[in-house]
C-alpha cells in the first residue's frame, strides 16, 4: 500500500519540456497558424489577380511593415512545418531511432526552419 501523498493537480509551468516535445508542440502551433491564414492567404491570390486595381491596393497593404511581419510569421509556421513534418517521416521510417537522434534532429528543425525563414524572407522583401 501507498501513503505517499500524489499532488491533486500537475502544475505545468514547472514542468521542463525536453526540445523534441517542444519542437512537437510548434508543429502544432504552425500547422494551426497556416489553417487559419488559409482565407487570408486566398484572399490575397483573389485580389492579385481580380484587376490592376485590386493588385495595386494589395501591393500597397503588403508594403506595410505589419504585413510584412505576419508574413513572415505564416512563412516562419510553413517552414517549421515543413521541416518537422520531414523529422517526423523520419521518425515513423525508422530513420531517427535514439534519443541522441531525436535530439539533434529538434535543433536541425529550429535551425533549418529559421535559416530557410531568413533566407526566403529576405528574398521576397
Known sequence: MMNKKRPKH?????IKLPLPGFVSILHRVSG???????PLLLWMLQAS???????TQLVELLHHPLS???LLGLL???????CAGIRYLAIDLHFVSSLAQARASSKWVIGVSLLLTVL???WLC
Open 10 to 14: 500537475l502544475a505545468l509551468y514547472l
Open 32 to 38: 494551426f497558424f497556416l489553417f487559419l491564414a488559409l
Open 49 to 55: 489577380m481580380r484587376s490592376i486595381e485590386t493588385y
Open 68 to 70: 510584412k511581419l505576419v
Open 76 to 82: 516562419w509556421s510553413f517552414w517549421h512545418h515543413f
Open 120 to 122: 526566403t524572407g529576405g
